[in-house]
């Protein structure tokens, strides 16, 4: 069953980023419209202070965080060979974050969205977490993977959105003493990520 779809609270919400790393470049067509829009959505975060946790996949291997997102305000950037984030590291530092209460909400983007994406999901809402899947910042290498992943996510329990509804809601006032902050990191549209081309997985 769904989850209620609800306004997300910055002081009740953890971001999760999950293993944007350079060496899936050429692999991803949509790669660098991806890095776009999550450098938009991790810069609105960072300036409403919502705590971030990224992972980086087999780092020895695969390398780090690409460059063009700025991770410096993270909380941790834990090394993974799990498909899933939700490895030991990431739990203990979820619970410094959040000591008291485990976040409302957990904003969830990355990649792969079939395979670690998929299964990061699935791992935190066994765990009773409130997932948002951010679409227009997750990829495969195929777009049908990616598709049908938001898809099988959604009957899950996923809320699929995108980073401006992120963004609107974590501010949702014109009025927040942030506003004219952000409102320069969404003057721009979001890049295209042809989600429109999702076939039979209706998003």
């Known amino acids: 069953m769904a989850k209620q779809l609800s306004k997300l609270d910055p002081k009740k919400t953890l971001f999760l980023l999950c293993d944007i790393q350079d060496k899936f470049r050429p692999a991803m067509s949509l790669f660098d419209n991806m890095v776009q829009n999550t450098n938009k959505l991790v810069n609105a975060g960072k300036v409403l202070e919502v705590p971030l946790i990224a992972t980086e996949h087999y780092p020895e291997k695969l390398g780090n965080i690409v460059k063009e997102i700025d991770v410096s305000h993270a909380a941790g950037i834990i090394p993974k060979t799990k498909f899933s984030m939700m490895v030991p590291e990431l739990e203990c530092k979820i619970m410094e974050l959040f000591p008291n209460e485990k976040p409302k909400d957990v904003v969830l983007f990355g990649l792969e ?80 990520m042809q989600l429109s081309k999702a076939g039979s997985a209706k998003l």
């Open 113 to 192: 969205s079939h395979v670690c994406i998929e299964q990061t999901a699935i791992d935190l809402i066994e765990n009773d977490y409130k997932v948002n899947l951010v679409a227009d910042c997750c990829c495969s290498r195929l777009n049908q993977d990616r598709d049908l992943a938001l898809h099988r996510l959604r009957e899950l329990g996923c809320i699929i959105t995108t980073s401006e509804s992120v963004i609107f809601s974590l501010l949702q006032d014109k009025n927040h003493p942030k506003f004219n902050i952000v409102s320069k990191l969404v003057r721009d549209p979001s890049a295209d």
